[in-house]
Structures are given as C-alpha cells and as structure tokens.
Nanobody
Framework: QVQLVESGGGLVQPGGSLRLSCAGSGITLDYYAIGWVRQAPGKEREGVSCISIGDSSITYYADSVKGRFTISRDNAKNTVYLEMNNLKPEDTAVYYC??????????????????WGQGTQVTVSS
C-alpha cells in the first residue's frame, strides 16, 4: 500500500519558519517528481514547489513563495522536505505532498498526480 505522510505543520507567527516533511511508504520517492500543493479555505489548489526525479537537479517554486521556501529530498530517508521561512498569513493552508511523473505535470496538470498525501495544516497568525 502506497502512502505519502506529511508532517511538520502547525501554528506559527508571521515571519516564522516551519519545515514540512513528506515520507514515502510503499513507494520510492526518487522515482517521482514530488510536489507540494496547498489549499486555503475557499481557494483553488496551488502548486507551491516541486523537485525533479532522482538527482533533484531541477526545482520549481511558485512566485508567491520564491525566495522564502526551499524544497529538498533525502533519498536515503525516502523523504522530501519543504523549508518555509518568513511565513506570511497568506501562506495559511493545508499543505499536501504529491507524486508526479514530472515537474511539468505538476505545473500544468496539477490534478494528474500519481499519489497524494493526507495533508498537514499550516496556520500563520499572530
């Protein structure tokens, strides 16, 4: 059974930091491009970041998070991370990790994922 399990969400003040983790079970994450997708109440899903298959040489960031978020993977731990710095209230959302066949799929066909996690809540508020 394939599972993507997110962790690391929580409540943080504006300007604070969090690190999200996406651990794979029953799946080898470096065979997939792994993306982070967020959804705030009443808003459409937004592809936030994605890391390429294997050597992780290519990354993608949405303009809304560029310069503040960093995606990385540790293939030995079968885990992908999203380091989030200088968080803003507009970053409040449920964050999901998802396995895609490529970064392009996440960017242009957000719903065409192979696997999807259960999500972790991030709340940025004073």
């Amino acid at each position: 059974q394939v599972q993507l399990v997110e962790s690391g969400g929580g409540l943080v003040q504006p300007g604070g930091s969090l690190r999200l983790s996406c651990a794979g079970s029953g799946i080898t994450l470096d065979y997939y491009a792994i993306g982070w997708v967020r959804q705030a109440p009443g808003k459409e899903r937004e592809g936030v970041s994605c890391i390429s298959i294997g050597d992780s040489s290519i990354t993608y960031y949405a303009d809304s998070v560029k310069g503040r978020f960093t995606i990385s993977r540790d293939n030995a731990k079968n885990t992908v991370y999203l380091e989030m710095n200088n968080l803003k209230p507009e970053d409040t959302a449920v964050y999901y990790c998802a396995a895609y066949p490529s970064i392009a799929t996440m960017r242009y066909a957000l719903e065409e994922y192979d696997y999807w996690g259960q999500g972790t809540q991030v709340t940025v508020s004073s």
